[in-house]
């Protein structure tokens, strides 16, 4: 059974940094790609930023040169680094991942960005 944990949400003022971490158990993490999403109260689920099997990474355009998503296989672990948070990145963060045929996520973590 898959099981992705996130932590590192926390309350922050404008221009402050968070790094949120996932930690995966019940697959083979390695070859799994892995992203992190994230959803604001009244609007729907979006991508945050996606890494490969090989660390080829994306991000949506709002997040580009503030976000960086990076992989730990050692540790099971999915990383982002957010730099220069802004009030509009405040929603909950989820790990993901696809897998048999399904998506997995966690349970998410709390980001509020205060002005």
């Known amino acids: 059974q898959v099981q992705l944990v996130e932590s590192g949400g926390d309350l922050v003022q404008a221009g402050g940094s968070l790094r949120l971490s996932c930690v995966a158990s019940g697959m083979i993490f390695s070859i799994n790609a892995m992203g992190w999403y994230r959803q604001a109260p009244g609007k729907q689920r979006e991508l945050v930023a996606g890494?490969?099997?090989?660390?080829?990474?994306n991000y949506a355009d709002s997040v580009k040169g503030r976000f960086t998503i990076s992989r730990d296989n050692a540790k099971n672990t999915v990383y982002l680094q957010m730099n220069s948070l802004k009030p509009e990145d405040t929603a909950v963060y989820y790990c993901n991942t696809f897998k048999w045929g399904r998506n997995y996520w966690g349970q998410g973590t709390q980001v509020t960005v205060s002005s």
């Open positions: 890494i490969t099997r090989d660390s080829t990474t």
